[in-house]
């Protein structure tokens, strides 16, 4: 054995060594026993197999549908969390649009289709989502006045 490969299996031993303390990680002990592996043997990849007594691969694969398991779990999740995200977004909004068509019935004397309509007017003639329109007008960064009117936002007004 030459000295720098000598030197480079008594590294990978010492590694994998110091791998082996209390809690150690077995998931990061094989990933570098597969590594060290890989290096020392001058190859581009290595993996590892794990087979029983009759040479079968049972717990690997059932290894690999847990893994597969919790993967599909964490997608799930996340897709709900978004989800959730997006809902309780929708609600904010559509609170907000309600404030909105209240406020523009009362100032305006009309029936709450109506203050709608013109909400809806107001943002797509300027361009702007219902949402923000509605926000501004129910914290007064809007006046209902002139939605009523159709007056045309002043771009880069009060927008909080």
Do not use: C, W
């Amino acid at each position: 054995m030459s000295g720098d490969r000598e030197e480079a299996v008594t590294s990978a031993f010492v590694a994998l060594a110091d791998t082996l303390v209390d809690d150690y990680d077995v998931v990061d002990l094989l990933l570098q026993l597969v590594g060290h592996a890989a290096s020392l043997l001058a190859v581009d990849s290595a993996g590892l197999v794990l087979a029983d007594h009759d040479g079968g691969l049972r717990m690997v694969a059932s290894l690999a549908d847990v893994a597969t398991i919790g993967i599909l779990h964490e997608r799930a999740l996340h897709r709900s969390e978004v989800r959730g995200e997006q809902l309780q977004s929708a609600l904010n909004s559509r609170i907000v649009i309600e404030q909105a068509k209240g406020v523009l019935a009362e100032r305006g004397d009309l029936d709450m289709d109506t203050g709608f309509a013109r909400l809806r007017a107001y943002a797509r003639n300027d361009n702007l989502k219902l949402a923000d329109v509605a926000r501004d007008l129910v914290a007064g960064a809007l006046r209902p006045d002139d939605l009523l009117a159709g007056r045309r936002r002043v771009r880069g007004a009060a927008r909080g």
